[in-house]
């Protein structure tokens, strides 16, 4: 080999070792700074035992091949979870319920190092206890009330998921608990609408009762006021009034038959003719 081509192989050599020890730079480079996006939380683990200090969003250090940083999402997350159980009078009732939860942002790596990552979080625990919440409050409850005092239910379900994850000294901020469905079965559906028809036609039929029996009452009233208008105006015809008013209606022609005892009459038509 000639003095050249040795020349080419130790530049090359020399250009392998460069490349190597750049791609080793990088490697390090981009292995020892991690980015906690807005909305996680970190958990800095070296060799695999976890930290007790939760990482706030940002940029954090770590040695590279030693320590890794575990991202746990602390926003808010919704588990819809739908439950068939059987109401106080024994129907059956399929409630779908939606819980707003989150993990507490100081209790992120409490919560890695003893349950797991938010998914098994929500799996094994929060899942769980929102099933058996749902069956114990509906058992309590006649199925036309389950409707009828959805609210109540509601907050009672909430409670009883607030008091059964106390066990589990999980600190996950329980930001909100609603019904979104209570389903029934196709006979009992069937029941309910037509007792809704028979509540309207009572309805109906009462609200014309209250109608005739206003209406009856105004006719009565009328009769009431017009007897005593009667009455008034009887009270009020004295003999000199009813003259006067004889005398007004008279048309001065004298009438063609008088009284028996030759008096005139002056009550009645006065207006006679031939």
């Known amino acids: 080999m000639s003095e050249k081509d040795i020349q080419v192989v130790e530049r ?12 080793i730079v990088v490697i390090l480079l981009f292995g020892t700074y991690v980015t906690i996006p807005s909305g996680y939380r970190g958990v800095m683990t070296t060799f695999g035992a976890a930290s007790q200090n939760v990482l706030v969003p940002g940029l954090h250090f770590k040695l590279p091949f030693i320590q890794a940083i575990v991202k746990m999402n602390v926003q808010v997350q919704k588990n819809q979870l739908t439950e068939h159980a059987a109401s106080l009078d024994l129907q059956d009732v ?5 819980t707003n939860w989150n993990i507490n942002d100081n209790d992120a790596s409490w919560i890695y190092q003893r349950i797991g990552m938010e998914d098994v979080l929500n799996d094994r625990i929060i899942q769980p206890v929102v099933s058996n919440a749902i069956k114990a409050v509906v058992a309590h409850y006649n199925a036309e009330d389950l409707v009828e005092k959805r609210d109540e239910v509601r907050g009672h379900i909430e409670d009883l998921i607030r008091k059964n ?21 196709p006979d009992y559906e069937k029941a309910i609408e ?24 105004r006719q009565i009233a009328q009769a009431q006021g017009q007897a005593e208008a009667q009455k008034l105006l009887q009270q009020t015809l004295t003999p000199q009034l009813i003259q006067q008013q004889a ?21 009645g038509n006065v207006s006679g003719g031939r």
Not at 94 to 98: D, L, P, Q, S, Y
Request: charged share 20%; net charge neutral; hydrophobic share 40%.
């Open 247 to 267: 005398i007004q209606k008279w048309d001065g022609h004298l009438p063609s038959v008088v009284g028996g005892n030759g008096v005139m009459p002056m009550i």
């Open 94 to 98: 399929e409630t779908t319920v939606a």
């Open 165 to 185: 994850l106390k066990p589990y000294r999980v600190n996950v901020d329980l930001d909100g608990v609603s019904i979104t469905n209570f389903a029934f079965s």
């Open 194 to 217: 037509q007792k809704q028809v028979a509540q309207q036609r009572a309805q109906q039929a009462e609200y014309e009762l209250q109608q005739a029996k206003v209406e009856a009452e």
């Open 12 to 23: 090359l050599k020399r250009s392998v070792a460069y490349i190597c020890a750049g791609l």
